[in-house]
């Protein structure tokens, strides 16, 4: 991962370089949900996954059954059926996956338009995470990656005021259609 800079300097007329060595040669994903109920305080669910064999093979991203597996502890830990607003990961898409939330009741699934990252609120999640936890270090192995990450998606966890906020940047609304008595 090339580290991000937010602040660097040099000398007048010489631009500043940052050299990383080597090349990738791991690879992290991190799924998460923003979740939001009126009345009650936001929460983040993630799920960070390093996959150090993808060189040799291996899968290089979560598959529909760690999504799956992701869905069944969020619905779990909020005891509360669940509305998901996905974007068009392909791995969202997958016919399995659909399949799984079709045959739950407790699932309900919507996508976002096919390139909306300014509608999605775990976009912001990402800008913060990239800003508040990784700008300006340079990690030594992939683990201190992964305890840099886990720690700073752990401090949005308890500020659900930032979490609100991720949703209120999209500007999308929590609403509850009231039925109307007939």
């Known amino acids: 991962m090339t580290p991000p800079t937010s602040r660097t300097w040099a000398r007048r007329g010489h631009t500043p370089v940052i050299r990383v060595r080597g090349r990738p040669q791991r690879r992290f994903s991190i799924a998460a949900l923003t979740c939001y109920k009126p009345g009650e305080r936001s929460r983040l669910i993630f799920r960070p996954k390093w996959h150090p064999d993808h060189k040799r093979g291996g899968r290089r991203s979560f598959t529909w059954t760690d999504y799956r597996d992701l869905l069944i502890a969020a619905h779990q830990q909020l005891s509360a059926p669940l509305v998901f607003v996905w974007d068009n990961l392909n791995v969202h898409l997958d016919a399995r996956l659909r399949a799984f939330i079709s045959s739950h009741e407790w699932i309900t699934s919507c996508q976002l338009p096919p390139y909306a990252p300014d509608l999605n609120p775990v976009k912001g999640i990402w800008s913060l995470v990239r800003r508040a936890g990784q700008n300006n270090i340079a990690f030594t192995d992939p683990d201190h ?38």
């Not at 308890?158 to 008595?181: A, F, N, Q």
């Open 145 to 182: 990656l992964m305890r840099v990450l886990r720690r700073t998606l752990r401090e949005i966890q308890y500020r659900s005021d930032v979490i609100d906020g991720c949703l209120t940047e999209t500007g999308l609304t929590l609403t509850t259609p009231h039925p109307k008595p007939q």
